[in-house]
């Protein structure tokens, strides 16, 4: 073995060339597997035992405040300044993969043929309309929209916008999806509309600024009744009703169908019932939709529908149409560097891509994350792309706890949830996705004792955390946020230091569901939480509640406690 060694290091003096060659290839080899576990594995925690309940979460994290023991033992312990990314760094979405993936490098005209071959199958529920011009400033289509640049395909758009009551649904870009009541754009060449979908390369999505339009044919008139729009209740007419709510139609045989129609029509998010007068609007600070009255002061019966109520002159029924409201829609990054980095932190589970959503519609600009994940990215999340110190963002999702990573942020919006609710949102996503939800066997089997047990502490040593470490902290409790929107987004977007307008605010409320909110929470039919869980967490609410009136800041809600 000596002599072997020997010979290869004469043989290397003799050719330095070959030896810094080989020495160079070995390292750039090493950075790229180093690259490759950054962003495709999910990190190890430094120093932790690689068991199967570490594979399954992070492990318990330090209780950096105080010891929190109430019947769990620690899974693993985290070293002081290591840093803490646990399972969702990783997007774990559980959607499908698309088939009719294979490749056809034939050119525009065999991808308009795939194209056409698509649009026949659709046709019992869509039937293709052509190829239309759009503008990024006057949109064709200009109902709701959502990008995906990962598995887009036309059923999934059209699907999308039949579920929400719109009459035609767009593809364009190969990844992006538009809604809308009314075409407004002149046609355009079908040799234009050549992208494929991402998600589906056997079809074709539009091409650059162009649409592939279709008509959904099943969802028309179902879907379009007051049944799709959301009722928003009964309030006072406003004093400067004709501004207020600009556009109005004598109806002398009323329902709520036709005000519904009639303002959908006229492109407006509002459809207010005034007896025998529909006026449609937007909310604004003459009408901001605060105050509700009592519903028997509009409770007069519509002159076409004797079992509906179309409020009165003084009284309006006021419902929120599927037409989108586009004051709040535009975002992009800061137009100069941020001079103070503001974390939006929260446990994992309590809301923090909704209070991102929120954030983004109510300032206009994107916001940052810690970590990559890019099924965000895809549904429009730009900022998820950045470096967390880029400057770029308005604020930076993080769910890291510790001194060193807290010390990094100048200020910070601390998001908190009821813990029982928010342990089995990330339990959802974890094992169903951002929109997901876990299977019954993920309940029933050893995930979930094994996952309350590293996160519930966690959940307590976070908050207590940002606490104790933080330089600048504004507490938000999810709870609020639902409750009161306006007066809570008016907090966030004050401790970010942008100036929004009210009623940029007012639209927020009116978009405030997003791409990212579960369609009703699918109950399970049994508690999941035993009565050593809820004994464990019900301690972990009092040291939150206390650590919080410590800091003279209002305890955690009522309904947290008691389970």
Known sequence: MAKLLLKLQRYFRRRPVRFFTLLALYLAAGSLVFLHSGFSGEPRVPGSPRSPAAAEGPGLPYLGVMQLSRGFKAAATMPAGARRRGPWFKSTSKEPSDRGKSRDNGGTRSRAVRGRSGREKEEDRARYVGCYEDNTRQRTLRGMSFFDYKKMT????????????????????????????????????????????????????????????????????????????????????????????PASQLMLNMSVDKCVDFCTEKEFPLAALAGTTC?????????????????????????????????SADFLLVYQTQVQDNRCMDRRFLPSRAKQLVALASF???????????????????????????????????????HWRSGRTICIKTHESGQKEIESFDSAILLIRNPYKALMAEFNRKYGGHIGFAAHAHWKGKEWPEFVANYAPW????????????????????????????????RMVALLGVTACEDRLLCVEGQKDGNFKRSGLRKLEYDPYTAEMRKAISGYIRTVDAALKLRNLSGVPEDYYPR
């Open 348 to 386: 994992p589970g309590a809301g923090n891509t909704w209070a991102r959503h929120l954030i983004e519609l109510a300032t206009g600009f994107y916001t940052g994350s810690y970590y990559f994940d890019g099924s965000l990215y895809n549904k429009g999340f730009k900022g998820e792309r950045d």
């Open 459 to 490: 959940w307590a040593t976070h908050t207590l955390d940002w606490l104790r470490y933080g330089k600048k902290v504004l507490v938000v409790h999810f709870e609020d946020l639902k409750r009161d929107l306006f007066v809570q987004l008016q």
């Open 154 to 245: 036309v059923f999934r758009c059209q699907d999308n916008c039949a579920e929400r009551g719109y009459l035609y649904a767009g593809l364009e870009f190969g990844a992006e999806c538009y809604c809308g009541h009314k075409i407004q754009a002149s046609n355009a060449s079908e040799s234009e509309c050549n992208m494929e979908c991402k998600g589906e390369r056997s079809n074709t999505c539009g091409g650059i600024n162009r649409l592939s339009i279709y008509r959904l044919e099943l969802a028309q008139e179902s879907a379009r009744r007051y049944g799709s729009a959301i009722f928003r209740g009964c309030f006072r007419r406003p004093e400067n009703v004709s501004i207020a709510l």
């Open 279 to 311: 006026r449609c609007g937007f909310p604004s600070t003459l009408f901001p939709l605060h105050e509700r009255e009592d519903e028997q002061l509009c409770a007069h019966k519509c002159a076409a529908e004797e079992f509906e109520s179309c409020g």
